[in-house]
């Protein structure tokens, strides 16, 4: 998927030179800084599939000017193709299809905006001209790939995603300001980042939610946790020890939940090796320590398991962490169904301050915490949501705000803020969805 991989970097980074990769080593990344001082990335993939001979003698045929049209047309007539396909396909490939549609259609546009920014004669262009007719046949050969291949497709491209954003890390290109609370709250959340459907490869799994720990012990900073069902009850916890573990669909643990001890509502996130859930009976606030797997849990007096969230059943109890710590956030009959906010003192598993807020939680679709501030969300319609509510814990203030983003799917049943990368994970109607938050530093 080599061909995918220039887009990108100039589509994520235009100070980024495409350097042409001469060899197909086994897969490897490295940078340096150029001549200009700016970030050159290599990336060298294994790719047994590529249709190397093919691509020799379409370059022949074909001149480099003026000829972008032709394969924005061959695209488009590839995004017709792959639809009709999906008619005939089962359920899950079909999704696979729509997600593949979603990405042409992305570099569909990206083509058109650097054909009219690039100069033909920039070096650049060449070598985008062949990008995109490697692009092109490997989207044709996509056609006639079976299940298995196609998965194996969708993980060569999250890999690729993941050495894009190494290669970015280390040349500074993204400065991450983590853990700094020295602005005036979120500004803007980046589009969506669609990264596959669920483990279970079963969009009947629409409740659930995934993540990384908000506080991960020495070892597990790159771990991932999963967790979905049919309903809103959650049976198992996934865990994977890092990204491409994810995508292959590898846990190396899962815990299974007893009907006892069965998770609800899906608003659970990992913080300290342990993951903070809601349960039923008695309802209260659960906590499932991951390195001894014990259980432990608490009962919340004033918390109502009358109040949701509007995407989903038994959303009573929404557990979120941020730079200051660990929350739970509910609505209770005292406060008439508006959110009360809850800081947890780790050290006891109990409630340690409160706050009341002026926002009903039934309007909400989901809410979370960052530098201790609370966001509340809601439906735009049905492919775009906004941030609409603020509660900031040191001053006591609420906002009434318009912050919006973009959904993949139209429901979603767990959201929320991870501190450690400063990002937002959802889990969007059975696939998984990350954003980039962006604070306002005026
Ligand atoms: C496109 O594919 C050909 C054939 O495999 C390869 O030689 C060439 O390096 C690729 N183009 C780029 C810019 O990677
Ligand atoms: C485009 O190309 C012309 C001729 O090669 C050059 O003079 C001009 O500076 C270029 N423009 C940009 C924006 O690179
Ligand atoms: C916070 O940011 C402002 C503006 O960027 C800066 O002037 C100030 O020194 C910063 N304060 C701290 C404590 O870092
Ligand atoms: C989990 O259990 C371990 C071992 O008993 C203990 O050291 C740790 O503090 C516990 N973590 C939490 C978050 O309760």
């Not at 150029?34 to 990335?41: K, P």
């Not at 926002?359 to 775009?384: H, I």
Request: net charge negative; charged share 20%; glycine share 6%.
């Amino acid at each position: 998927m080599l061909p995918v991989l220039s887009v990108l970097l100039l589509l994520l980074s235009p100070a980024v030179a495409w350097i042409p990769v001469s060899d197909w080593e086994s897969g490897s990344v490295s940078s340096s800084v150029g001549e200009a001082g700016q970030c050159i990335c290599h990336v060298y993939l294994p790719d047994t599939t590529f249709p190397a001979d093919r691509v020799q003698q379409m370059q022949e045929m074909v001149g480099y000017e003026g000829k972008l049209e032709v394969y924005l047309k061959e695209l488009k007539d590839l995004t017709v193709r792959v639809s009709v396909l999906e008619g005939s396909s089962e359920s899950y490939i079909k999704l696979d299809f729509e997600l593949l549609r979603i990405e042409l259609r992305e570099f569909e546009a990206l083509v058109s905006q650097l054909k009219h920014s690039l100069n033909s004669s920039s070096p650049i262009f060449d070598s985008l001209h062949t990008e995109i007719l490697n692009m092109t046949n490997i989207v044709n050969q996509l056609e006639s790939y079976d299940q298995s291949n196609l998965l194996l497709i969708r993980y060569e491209f999250a890999k690729l995603q993941k050495k894009l954003k190494e290669c970015q890390e280390e040349n500074d290109i993204i400065e991450p300001d983590i853990g700094n609370c020295n602005h005036t709250g979120i500004l803007s959340i980046s589009k969506p980042v669609v990264i596959q459907l669920n483990a279970h490869l079963s969009p009947s799994y629409q409740y659930g939610g995934w993540g990384k720990d908000s506080k991960p012990l020495r070892g597990y900073e790159s771990m991932y946790f999963y967790g979905a069902y049919n309903t809103p009850a959650a049976t198992a916890f996934n865990l994977y020890s890092d990204y491409d573990k994810l995508i292959l669909r590898s846990a190396f643990k899962t815990h299974s939940l007893s009907s006892s001890w069965r998770a609800t509502g899906n608003n659970y996130i990992v913080h300290g090796n342990a993951v903070y859930y809601q349960h039923n009976s008695p309802f209260s606030m659960t906590k499932l320590n991951l390195t001894s797997s014990a259980f432990d849990y608490r009962v919340i007096p004033a918390a109502s398991a009358r109040f949701s969230y509007s995407y989903s059943a038994d959303q009573n109890l929404d557990f979120s962490a941020d730079e200051i710590g660990l929350w739970v956030m509910y609505a209770s009959e005292e406060s008439k169904g508006k959110m009360v906010l809850a800081k947890i003192n780790e050290k006891s598993f109990g409630i340690e301050n409160e706050w009341k807020t002026g926002v009903f939680k039934e309007v909400a679709g989901n809410a979370f915490m960052a530098c201790g501030v609370m966001y509340v969300t809601r439906s735009v319609d049905l492919s775009n949501e906004e941030i609409f509510y603020a509660f900031d814990t040191k001053t006591g203030e609420e906002k009434q705000l318009s912050i919006p983003f973009q959904k993949f799917q139209q429901a979603y049943s767990n959201l929320h803020y991870n501190p450690t990368d400063q990002k937002l994970y959802m889990y969007n109607n059975g696939y998984y969805v990350t954003y980039n938050v962006k604070f306002d530093k005026e």
